[in-house]
């Protein structure tokens, strides 16, 4: 019983029973506007955007860093490869995004380890500098991407794209050595020094990777969205939520050895209660409500400290 | 035994940890084919020799060398390679990871091609290992966490020899495993001898030396005494090796017959932390040393912290003289009880403050007039017991992290006086304090019992809880074991006894 | 030769690691930053009506950090200022129409009621501060944009007619003074700057630490509700952008006025005040030299990550994370 209650079918089975529950519930509240195969499927792809940033940002989270400048980095790409696009076609467009996204986490681990200063104060102020960068590469104006570059923006593109970010993710976890080292520095940093890991190489693997999926993420948000608009003021910092929800519970089912799974559920769980108030006609703003509140549930059942530990 | 091949020389190791010599010169010969036993009472260096062997501490002094090539490494994975590896006594797998990613972290080379890792071949080769083993029911592929403390225990031994390192160390890690697990150890641990190799065997239970060990070397206070042959000895000519020092009657008591008053200023009754300490009750006279000794993990130092209350999920009631229940903190520092911790550097003392702050935080509701707090009337204090303590200082608003051990002790003391406190509970009061200080704090020790203090004493230092104590009880397994009163004919070895 | 190089760059890595420098560093800044702006405005920030604008945008981002400082003592973090501004900024116009005392009173128990869920969940549950307060600021963000999606909320004529400089000094001083007092004078001080420099030697000390974090993000959110008034007599009516990341903006005053991020012992009250002025001075004087927004925060950037890496305590820091 003890080793059916970990396997990673149980993991699954945890996950599916809540898309089920959350299903049903608003599908009986509003039986009309709610969850026709079309509707899940339109909320399957708005999730996979975020499920796509999740993976990325889950290097990071397991090894009890974090990270500010994912909305910033994702923004700045996607002017990155819409302006390259212009000239150079798809392939401008995606190495632009993706090159773009590496580089600056190429950067931010650089600056972490240099400075050695807490990732989460570093991130905040390479948001503010990665920000105007944006504004300036897109000098000042919207960003739109041209009708004939958007093989991404719906199915099957978008889903191809994500399914090969899943796919990528899965390989790096399983079948390299940073997906066991990353869980190793976040399990316990001593040890892993202590089993000749170099903390800090890893941890700059880490944000180099984050930010490439981050840039997969940005060909998915400007295709989505068709149009990108840099702005300051630190407008970004709402974008880097949506993917950190999935990671969360990709870290909460990560003793079921597969967060993956659990990031692309997790994500798709949210989409599905946001979709189900605004079905029972709760106005769009009510979004922000349920992400906290959502979030704040998630971490409460997952991330609390043991009884006595100092929490900061 | 001359005929033997050395395996290992160790000559001349040391090891300072700040004015602690916790390896103080020690050499030793490891046969090949042997497994040898090392004990010694709590900090006795053992452990600290073994992990600077492995690299978890870098070596203070003198030489390792293995079969002829010097062991001089940075971490365990460079051990491994040069033929060292250990079992560790606290949990030594990661969480997060496979029972493989386990076995062969830092060694994922065999599997690697061109950056990529050949998980399925890895996963292979760890069941393959774990079914030598005889291990059948632990997954290779499987996460860690879904296995208990035993069975991650057993993926450790595995992870520690399945390379065939010429010298296994196991430090301490029977006490964990249940029996069927020790003898699944045993028999690795022969295999290892069969072979031709050579075993670090570190355990405190002499009978299971006895039984498994071929050699036994000996080390007191950081310094290597005697090696001597299993089959030669009996536990009780152990147990005289382990101790046999000179008590420095200098700076201990000497008084012996001492009556202690019958009124109890403090009762203990049926205290349980769970999977700490069992059912513990006792009772505090006025004006006594009460002792507290017994091995590291039996449960004396979360006694002490259980009558501070500052135990999580105590059971039982510790009650005053007043009949005042104590079950947390405030209430015990309000009802005149003071606490040194043995974690001196994380419970006792604010590190990143200053002497002052440290000295007036406990006594802060006492010292504020109308809830207002002066500077100054703050400053007279702390300077007043600082001096008290003849604290080395440069000021009271210095850091005091700045400061020794044992000076930063005398700050956990003054801070204590100050407060007043009428019961003290001091948790390895001596621990890394050079001499001096140790007078200075025995000193007071006699003096606030003088006054009608009562001080509860957990000492890991036998001699120290023969030389203070009014009574000494002996702890063991999480349940006391033992008491003895003050008496000059009492000996380490009655102690011992009850502890081991 | 080179041997007296090194020497010099150690003594010099030495004072810029020393306490004395970390110290001054803030008033430095401010010093350096007043200088520049001075000089390259040709003294026009220093015209009245400057002045007069400038202090304007001084006072709620004050009297939030006010409370925020004693959070960030604590060595935790609070991303919540910004949208308790504006829950609490619509409470305040919604009863300014009724009373305006009963207004101030309600403004600041908005913020005390979202400073009590952040503190719960903090401490009953033991999560991170900066997880929980990135939780809760989604969430009144949203029910901030909630209430103002189909229109501003206007606040009354009465509440408007408050607006002066010396209503709003009178208040940030008085603000400014009372949280002196606590911290200096009282055990609040010492209870907080325990509990940032070491919880658990503070917990065997005897101070109740779950209850001085608690309070400490009680009081942050009470303040910020005071402030939320402040802000409703300048701008009259409250948007869905109301104190749109504010927090951030509090965030970077207080590292600029030489908080570590770490909190504890080494944090000086004057964090609060020298901090709040050089942002507003350098977000003024960026505005004044007629840099596009951009450029500006860029500027802000930087400056934040080099004082940042000035300031902060790595002695602190076991494992930086």
Known sequence: MQGFRNSRFFGFMILAAMVIFFYALFKFLTPSNFGSPANLFSYF???????????????????????????????????????????????????????????????????????????????????????????????????????????????????????????????????????????????????????????????????????????????????????????????????????????????????????????V??????????????????????????TGAALLAIVTLTARGGRGSVVK | MSDKKILLKAEHIDKRFGITHAVNDVSIDVYAGEIRALIGENGSGKSTFCQMLCGIYTIGGGTFTLDGQPVNVRNQVEANRLGVSIIVQEMGTLSGLTVAENIFLGHEEPFMNHGIKNTPAMIREGQKLLDEYGFTNIKAGAMIDSYNFEDRKLVEIVKATYMKPKILIVDETTTALSQNGRLELYKIIDAVRADGRSVIFISHDLNEILTHCDTISILRDGEYIDTVNAKDVNEDDIKRLMVGREIGSAYYRTDYGKTISPEVVLSVKNVTVPGQIENVSFELHRGEILGFGGLSECGMHEAGKAVFGAS????????????TQINDIPTAIHHSIGYASKDRDNESIILNESI??????????????????????????????????????????????????????????????????????????????????????????????????????????????????????IMKDGRINGEFMRSESLSEEDLIAKMV | MARNDDMNQSKLSAFLDSDTFKGLLPFIGLVVILGAMYYLTDGRIMQPKRLR??????????????????????????????????????????????????????GILTGAAIGAVNGFFHVK??????????????????????????????????????????LKIG???????????????????????????????????????????????????ALTGLAAFVNVIKVGSITSTAGNQLETQILISLVLGGLPITGGAKVRFSNIVVGTLMYTVLNNGLVMLGFESATQQLIKGVVFLIFVALTIDRKALKVIK
């Open chain 2, 356 to 473: 002052r702050n440290n000295i007036v935080l406990p006594s802060l509701d006492d010292l504020a007039e109308n809830h207002i707090l002066k500077a100054g009337k703050l400053n007279r204090f702390a300077q007043e017991f600082a001096d008290k303590m003849q604290t080395k200082m440069q000021g009271i608003n210095q850091f005091i992290s700045d400061l020794s051990g044992g000076n930063k002790q005398k700050v956990v003391l003054a801070r204590w006086l100050g407060k007043g406190s009428d019961i003290l509970v001091l948790d390895s009061p001596t621990r890394g304090i050079d001499v001096k200080v140790k007078q200075a704090i025995y000193a007071l020790m006699q003096e606030l019992t003088a006054q009608g203090k009562s001080i509860i004493m957990i000492s890991e230092e036998i001699p120290e809880l023969l030389g203070m104590s009014d009574r000494i009880l």
């Open chain 3, 53 to 106: 604008l400038l202090l304007s945008q001084v006072y709620y981002p004050m009297i939030v950090a006010t409370g925020v400082f004693f959070v960030m003592t604590l060595g935790s973090i609070d991303f919540t200022e910004g949208s308790t501004l504006g829950v609490a900024s619509i409470v305040v116009s919604v009863l300014s129409f009724y009373n305006i005392p009963l207004a101030i009173i309600g």
């Open chain 3, 125 to 166: 549950f033991r999560l991170q501060s900066f997880i929980v307060t990135i939780c809760t600021m989604y969430l009144f963000r949203g029910v901030c944009a909630y209430f103002t999606t189909e229109t501003a909320i206007p606040a009354s004529a009465a509440i408007k007619a408050l607006d002066s400089d010396n």
């Open chain 1, 45 to 263: 792809q708005s999730s996979i955007i975020y499920s796509v940033g999740g993976c990325g940002l889950y290097f990071i989270v397991v090894m009890g860093l974090f990270d500010f400048a994912v909305g910033a980095n994702i923004v700045l790409s996607s002017i990155v490869g819409v302006i390259l696009s212009e000239k150079l076609g798809y392939p401008g467009f995606i190495l632009g995004c993706l090159g773009c996204g590496t580089v600056i986490g190429i950067i931010i681990g650089f600056l972490y380890n240099k400075l050695n200063v807490p990732s989460m104060i570093v991130t905040v102020g390479i948001m503010l500098i990665l920000e105007s960068v944006a504004v300036f590469a897109a000098g000042g104006v919207k960003q739109t991407l041209a009708p004939e570059l958007r093989f991404f923006s719906g199915a099957p593109g978008n889903i191809i794209l994500a399914a090969l970010a899943f796919a990528l993710m899965w390989f790096i976890l399983n079948y390299t050595r940073i997906g066991t080292y990353c869980n190793a520095i976040g399990s316990n940093e001593f040890t892993a020094k202590n089993m000749g890991i170099d903390v800090k190489k890893y941890k700059l693997i880490g944000f180099a990777l984050l930010h490439f999926f981050v840039g997969i993420m940005a060909i998915l948000t400007v295709s989505y969205g068709t149009t990108m608009t840099a702005l300051t003021g630190m407008s970004t910092m709402s974008r880097n939520f949506q993917p950190l929800m999935g990671t969360f519970f990709g870290v909460a089912f990560r003793k079921y050895g597969n967060p993956i799974s659990a990031i």
């Open chain 3, 171 to 221: 208040i940030t001083i008085a603000v400014l003074i009372v949280a002196f007092f606590l911290f200096k004078f009282t055990r609040i001080g010492n209870d907080v700057k325990a509990v940032g420099s070491g919880e658990t030697a503070a917990k065997f000390s005897g101070v109740r630490t779950d209850k001085v974090k608690f309070l400490a993000f009680v009081a942050a959110g």
């Open chain 1, 265 to 290: 559920i997790g994500e798709f769980i949210i989409a599905i209660i946001f979709n189900g108030f605004v079905a029972l006609g709760a106005p769009t703003t009510i979004q922000n409500v349920v």
């Open chain 2, 312 to 323: 999580l999920d105590r059971e039982g009631t510790v009650t005053l003289a007043d009949g």
